[in-house]
Every structure is written in C-alpha cells, then in structure tokens.
C-alpha cells in the first residue's frame, strides 16, 4: 500500500484555508453558523486530497480531513499573531 505523498498537505491546507477565510469574512454563512466552517473545511480536505491524489483511498481520505482542518488552527493561529479581535 502506497501512502499518498506528502506534497499534497500544503496544498490542501492552504485550499482549506482560502475556502474557510472566504466563508468567515463573507455573510455567507451569517455569525451563528460560524461553527459549521471546521465541518466545511474538512470536507473540502478530503475532495481536495482525492482530487490530488487521484484516488479515494482510506489514508486520503484522513490527510485530507486533517488537513482541511489543520486550516483552521492556522486562521485561528494568524488571528491571535496579529492580534484581531473576532
């Protein structure tokens, strides 16, 4: 078995990222559904890392998960840095 490779997680973190901030700074979702984002972003994740990866394979499947939502910890992360107040 063949784990996917490593080159992916970047990519997909950072799309999770983008999906995640574009959701968070439009009313898109309005503030009460904010809670929803870490469920969108995982999700994103796994179509993104299947995407890369060009199969859906268990192993895929949990990078792209945990990268979509390695995303949010970065924005929250960048958010304290620089000292936003959300």
């Not at 979702?29 to 904010?34: A, E, F, G």
């Not at 060009?54 to 949990?62: L, Q, S, Y």
């Not at 979509?68 to 929250?76: D, E, I, V």
């Amino acid at each position: 078995m063949e784990l996917p490779s490593f080159e992916l997680m970047p990519l997909v973190v950072l799309g999770a990222l983008v999906v995640g901030f574009v959701l968070k700074r439009t009313d898109l979702l309005k503030d009460k559904y904010n809670r929803f984002i870490p469920l969108i972003v995982s999700v994103v994740g796994i179509l993104l890392a299947c995407w890369i990866d060009g199969a859906i394979r268990p192993e895929t499947i949990v990078y792209g998960a945990l990268s979509g939502l390695a995303s949010t910890g970065m924005h929250q992360a960048f958010t304290r840095l620089i000292g936003g107040n959300e």
